[in-house]
């Protein structure tokens, strides 16, 4: 099996190598191409306004002065001499859930493998602050038990996995999950505002939890009670009930 691992927290984070050694569990054909910088919220943005330049830091290791999605394209394009058969992205320092993922560099780096035709999993570790086990604990172990399973399903084309770990050591997850995206209530979130030292007004997104309710069945749910979250995420974003509703407006 060749893997291609990436992230949005940039070539050397510690998730990286994480996913690396997880990686390993299954292959020893492990290539990695990643951002050389952190990416975080970078969603699935393409560089299209200034070069990407593509760095190398060993065998099969290299990374992209871009985003996720330009990692993914260059790994793809550029770097592997034939295709990979699966796409590792993570492990995130923070969790992906909800509508969240719609800001992630993590799981659009999965989008863009997805888009290529290549079965590809996000990966993110929920982080506790403060808390006392060292906080990828929970990937660690159950990182290849969340994964093996997924390399076989039968999972449509232009399908991904979103998987996430809960905040706590490996011996207190209750086990593994699969689970519909939850949504965060967004009505809420705050911007703080500030001065810069030449008394200029600047914002500061993100500083703040963003609200969520544990509807039954969701992502949000698995990790609040222990579990690892598995969600197969579409690239079709297309509401269907309402396509039908609006057809019926357009009629001549």
């Known amino acids: 099996m060749r893997i291609l691992v990436t992230n949005d927290d940039g070539i050397f984070a510690p998730g990286l190598k994480v ?7 299954f292959s020893d054909d492990i290539w990695v191409c ?9 969603g699935h943005s393409l560089t299209l306004n200034a070069p990407v ?3 190398r830091h060993g065998d099969r290791r290299f990374s992209v002065t871009g985003t996720p999605t330009d990692s993914v394209t260059l790994g793809l394009r550029k770097v592997m001499d034939s295709p990979p058969d699966v796409i590792l992205s993570g492990v995130n320092r923070g969790a992906n859930l909800g509508d969240d993922i719609t800001y992630s560099g993590t799981v659009s780096a999965a989008i863009e493998g997805a888009l290529a035709g290549i079965r590809s999993i996000a990966l993110s570790q929920v982080i506790r602050r403060g808390a006392e086990h060292e906080q990828f604990d929970a990937t660690r172990k159950w990182g290849a038990k969340a994964i093996a399973p997924l390399l076989d399903a039968p999972l449509p ?5 979103n998987v996430n770990f809960p905040p706590l050591p490996a011996d207190e997850i209750a086990g593994i999950r699969a689970v519909r995206q939850g949504f965060h209530d967004y009505s809420r979130g705050s911007v703080v505002e500030g001065r810069d030292p030449r008394g200029l007004p600047y914002f500061w997104f993100g500083l703040h939890a963003i609200e969520h309710t544990l509807d039954h069945g969701t992502d949000l749910e698995a990790i609040d009670e222990g579990f690892v979250s598995v969600t197969p995420l579409q690239l079709d974003l297309t509401h269907h009930t ?3 509703a609006l057809a019926g407006r357009y009629k001549a």
Do not use: K
Not at 157 to 161: A, K
């Open 157 to 161: 084309s232009r399908t991904l996995v």
């Open 19 to 25: 996913l690396e050694e997880i990686a390993a569990e």
């Open 34 to 42: 990643a951002p050389h910088e952190e990416q975080s919220g970078a």
């Open 242 to 244: 309402s396509l039908e």
């Open 53 to 55: 330049r593509l760095h």
